[in-house]
């Protein structure tokens, strides 16, 4: 059958709050974990409707992806995109992460792709240790709207490494090139002009690719999904700012379908996280224009790449708290083909 699609402003935000505790509290100092859960938009629901629905729940494309030998930053969110809305209640008890075998707190933040399913990112309150193991499991009980849920539990382990990055509080537009930034796959501070990408300031712009080499020497996570993490940033902010152009090969062959590579805003503190799916194929459908002179770019499909051209954005929410870290991530959705791309430029914070 078909799954919903549902549009919504409304956004919904509560705590969740469990410990794992002994039958003698005064003999178990082990403090109470949280995980805070913000539903924005419609990803997540708080009733289950959809009773004709009887198709499992599924994970369409995690970040980081499955069996990945890459080490990480200690502060890499995990993204997962699902393949319908998911029941909020259900999270309680079937999500887990652990760090070297140690449960770990963090933020659940659940935003809305352009289908109207859930893509659910996790951050943790502190970094994870360094040169570790992370165990992200979600249990087969986790449910969509019609309550359904996974045909087995989900596991994803990465590894995690002990590089810190300076500061980018003086690197909007990536004039001091990779100060504060961190790529994860394909990305790089490009100097313009590389086809028909031209800088909005200055000389340089970031790039980020889900293909395989496309603007670096490396290939996206996976053969799916590339981040840039910009921080930390010591203010505490609560709006970013930032000119955007999304490319994609996917363009206009697989508009309308389920292969919507997507382009999502993470920004993280230790008070909380926001996260907003900024652009999608299916959101900028047929609206685009063809990008020229790009090198080896599309990858795959008709000799037609289309691109956004440079759009601006701007995303506001609660105080995250200080340091602060930006995170921008682009993905293919439901396969690893037909590469889409990210140019940034005047990332700005208040």
């Known amino acids: 059958m078909k799954k919903l699609h549902v549009v919504s402003i409304l956004t919904l935000s509560f705590v969740l709050f469990f410990a794992c505790t002994e039958d003698n509290k005064d003999e178990d100092p082990t403090p109470q974990l949280t995980y805070t859960i913000q539903n924005f938009a419609n990803g997540a629901v708080t009733t289950q409707n959809d009773t004709g629905d009887t198709e499992s729940l599924g994970v ?28 909020l209640e259900s999270i ?32 943790p309150y502190d970094a994870y240790s360094a040169n570790s193991e992370v165990i992200v499991e979600l249990k087969s ?11 087995t539990d989900f596991v994803l382990t990465f590894s995690v490494s002990s590089f810190n990055s300076n500061s980018f509080d003086n690197n909007s537009s990536f004039e001091n090139v990779s100060d504060g930034i961190v790529f994860v796959g394909d990305g790089e501070v490009a ?18 690719s889900s293909g395989n080499a496309l603007v670096s020497s490396d290939a996206a996570v996976g053969g799916a999904s590339s981040l840039a993490i910009l921080g930390p940033i010591s203010s505490n902010i609560s709006s970013v700012s930032f000119n955007y152009n999304f490319l994609s090969a996917e363009f206009q062959e697989y508009v309308g379908s389920q ?11 230790p008070n909380g996280a926001y996260v907003e799916v900024v652009n999608t194929v299916n959101l900028v459908g047929n609206n685009n224009t063809e990008c020229l002179g790009f090198p080896n770019f599309p990858d795959d499909g008709d000799s037609y790449a289309g691109e956004t051209g440079w759009l601006n954005q701007t995303l506001n929410f609660a105080q995250v708290g200080s340091p602060a870290y930006i995170i921008f991530t682009v993905t293919d959705v439901s396969d690893t083909i037909y ?10 914070f208040n």
């Open 259 to 269: 292969f919507d590579d997507s382009f999502v805003a993470t920004v993280v503190g």
């Open 92 to 123: 309680d008890d079937n999500f887990t992460v652990t760090n070297n075998g140690n449960v770990v707190g963090g933020n659940i933040s659940i935003g809305e792709a352009a289908n109207g399913f859930a893509v659910l990112t996790f951050t």
């Open 141 to 151: 009980d986790i449910q969509d709207d019609g309550g359904n849920g996974l045909e």
């Open 191 to 208: 100097t313009a002009p590389i086809g028909c990408l031209q800088a909005t300031d200055g000389n340089n712009y970031a790039l980020i």
């Open 339 to 348: 590469s889409s791309m990210v140019a940034l430029d005047e990332v700005n």
């Open 60 to 87: 369409a494309q995690p970040i980081p992806s499955l069996n990945s030998t890459e080490a990480y930053p200690k502060n890499m969110p995990v993204i997962i995109f699902f393949n319908d809305k998911v029941f």
